[in-house]
């Protein structure tokens, strides 16, 4: 078990009584790129976990190890000067440490060792597993006691000093998850409630398609957010009130259909249309009507691959050939796009053939294995130990 190997690995090397945090990866059942637009999302936290042991260690050094197939060590001085390293994942943790300076909290020297099975690049927001979780870790060890919504904050800042430009979706449903739950997050005013994700005799599977993705500075996540931004900018034009796409409707924006770029009014519309996605999701799940979950899966996945523009041809393909396979309601890709994993709906009964004849036929059509995992929900980040 990962938790139990770098909690050994910490002991073995740094010392005993580290506190041990958990922190989740995340799916989303629908509510794609509407984050950023201040929409609604309906994330949920998922068993597979990233762990951090910690401790003070009476320096002024902050000595953080990676416990993967080869374990990496970085070191960076707690003043939040840059640190000289060659890891991509250093690159977080230097982001965090200066924003925690910047924000003035009394940071000391610590040991930090950390390792976890969320498959990174495949859409379950592992950056904000490491983000969120390294903060919390950092105010446990440090006594600093920062609010969750303010780590959601932090973590946020921090991908955002890398160079994505995300919302606060995948920070949020980390920190504020709850077992069996879907999390109903308004991204406006942060709001938030619970929705019972189970449907009685169906289950969650998640179908990787072993697309890594990599979300980065002038990446296509980022064309897409300035997309919505530059109708935001063309709509208040005429409509003062407006700030960003959650309040617009479809009337609305056909105002400017002839003012903006076809592609931008066909990113704009999804968010529109997304928005009302998941509040359909909502009541589908609380009647337990499972074909109309798959109904919305299925015009979720439409939407981002012909509106939005980004899915792959993999991706199509698991989600149309699992329409062909007996038992499955509805499948649509997950994250922010350009790879990962799709998520399906599928009856108990029919699970085992179901999942077979798609990634069968998905390894004739593209060579490449996928891989397939029941989605289990769990809680957000906590401390485990101290």
């Known amino acids: ?28 059942i629908i509510g794609e790129h509407t984050d950023y637009n201040l929409g609604y999302v309906l994330p949920a936290c998922i068993e597979k976990s990233i762990y951090f042991t910690i401790q003070k260690n009476n320096s002024q050094y902050l000595q953080i190890e990676a416990f993967l197939s080869e374990p990496e060590k970085i070191t960076l001085p707690i003043d939040g000067a840059d640190g000289n390293f060659e890891s991509f994942w250093g690159k977080y943790f230097e982001a965090i440490l200066q924003i925690l300076v910047k924000k003035n909290y009394p940071i000391q020297g610590m040991d930090c060792v950390f390792g976890g099975d969320i498959p990174i690049g495949f859409g379950l927001s592992s950056s904000a597993a490491l983000c969120c979780g390294f903060t919390y870790a950092a105010s446990a060890a440090l006594d600093l006691k920062i609010p969750r919504e303010e780590i959601a904050l932090i973590a946020q800042a921090a991908e955002h000093k890398i160079g994505l430009n995300c919302g606060l979706m995948d920070q949020y449903a980390v920190l504020f998850g709850k077992k069996s739950n879907a999390l109903f997050l308004d991204c ?6 619970y929705t019972p994700i189970n449907l009685n005799g169906y289950s969650w599977i998640l179908i990787n398609s072993n697309i890594k993705h990599q979300l980065a500075v002038d990446s296509e996540y980022n064309l897409r957010r300035r997309s919505c931004e530059k109708v935001v900018q063309k709509l208040k034009e005429s409509h003062e009130e407006i700030t960003s796409l959650r309040g617009v409707s479809m009337e609305d924006l056909k105002e400017i259909k002839n003012h903006v770029s076809k592609t931008d009014f066909r990113r704009a519309g ?17 009647e337990g009507d499972a074909a109309q979950v798959g109904s ?25 050939i699992g329409q062909k396979q007996e038992g499955v309601l509805g499948s649509r890709m997950m994250g922010g796009g350009f790879g990962g994993c799709t998520i399906n709906l599928i009856k108990d009964e029919f699970e085992e053939s179901a999942v077979k004849g798609i990634i069968d036929a998905y390894k004739a059509e593209t060579g490449i294995d996928a891989i397939y995992n029941h989605l289990e929900i769990g809680n957000s980040v906590q401390l485990l130990s101290s």
């Open 1 to 28: 078990m990962t938790q139990n190997k770098v909690v050994a690995y910490f002991k073995k090397h740094y010392g005993n009584d580290p506190y041990i945090i958990k922190s989740p990866g995340r799916v989303n």
């Open 188 to 193: 406006k005013d942060l709001s938030h409630s």
């Open 296 to 320: 919305i899966l299925l015009a979720g996945h439409r939407s981002l691959s012909t509106e939005y523009e980004v899915s792959t041809k993999e991706l199509d393909f698991l989600v149309e």
């Open 270 to 286: 999804h968010v529109i249309q997304e928005n009302k996605r998941v509040l359909k999701m909502i009541e589908a799940l609380k």
